[in-house]
C-alpha cells in the first residue's frame, strides 16, 4: 500500500492530532487515516463550500481593516488569502 509524508507540521499541530488521536484510542497514523478517507470521500461541493466560505472569511477580514497584510497590492490575491486562512495555495491548481 502506498504511503504519504508530510513535512514541516507545526507543533501545535502534532500535540492536538495527538490529543485527538488518544482521546480515540487510537494511533496518530489511523487518525489521520480515518480523516483523510472521511475528507477525501465528501462530495466536491461540500469541500469547494467549504474553502469558500474560509475564503469570505478572509476577505471580510480585510475589508474590516484588521488584516494590514492585506493592504499591499494584489489586495486579494490566492495566495495571501489562502495563507490567512491556514490553506495551502498551489498556482494553477485546477482543484478545489
Do not use: C
Request: aromatic share 4%; no cysteine.
Amino acid at each position: 500500500m502506498p504511503s504519504l509524508t508530510i513535512r514541516n507540521l507545526d507543533d501545535t499541530l502534532i500535540n492536538a492530532l495527538k490529543r485527538k488521536a488518544g482521546a480515540s484510542a487510537r494511533s496518530v497514523e489511523a487518525e489521520l487515516r480515518i480523516a483523510l478517507k472521511a475528507w477525501a470521500d465528501q462530495p466536491a461541493m461540500m469541500q469547494v463550500e467549504a474553502v469558500s466560505q474560509r475564503l469570505q472569511q478572509a476577505i471580510a477580514l480585510a475589508e474590516n481593516g484588521r488584516a494590514s497584510d492585506f493592504s499591499t497590492r494584489p489586495p486579494y490575491s490566492a495566495a495571501r488569502l489562502a495563507d490567512a486562512i491556514g490553506e495551502n495555495h498551489v498556482e494553477g491548481s485546477k482543484n478545489p
